[in-house]
């Protein structure tokens, strides 16, 4: 397949061959969280949760299979993607994408969240002395 990029500023746009269903907007928004979940400042962990449960739901591993020939995603996002697919019950055949030999870096996801909303319920109580 043959994918156009261009780069604007700290913009990124890619011209892709693929017709832009719903199905494949969800199916790019989803990886695109995945893939960028690392440079999120901080993340609504009940709200992110919530919103993995819906894409969970919307997956299908034919167009996740025509986007990834489109955008090569590196494999730690597969490998996340496929522990959000394990954790939400979703069938799939993704790890054969993957290296069993190989380790990958997936974010603490389950519970980052409620860390840092924790963390920042400490900050407030010190700031206001409750």
Known sequence: MDTQTKSILSFKFTNIKTPLTDNVKTHIELLDILSNYDSMP???HH????????????F????FNIIHNEFKYKKR?????CEVLDHFKITHDLRGLLSDASTYHIPD?????????QSA???YKN???R
């Open 42 to 44: 901080y993340v609504i």
């Open 47 to 58: 709200r992110f949760l919530q919103l993995m449960e819906s894409y969970s739901n919307q």
């Open 60 to 63: 299908c591993e034919d167009t």
């Open 77 to 81: 996002t597969i490998a996340f993607l």
């Open 109 to 117: 996801w389950k519970t980052n969240g409620c860390e840092y909303i």
């Open 121 to 123: 319920k400490k900050v």
């Open 127 to 129: 700031i206001l002395g």
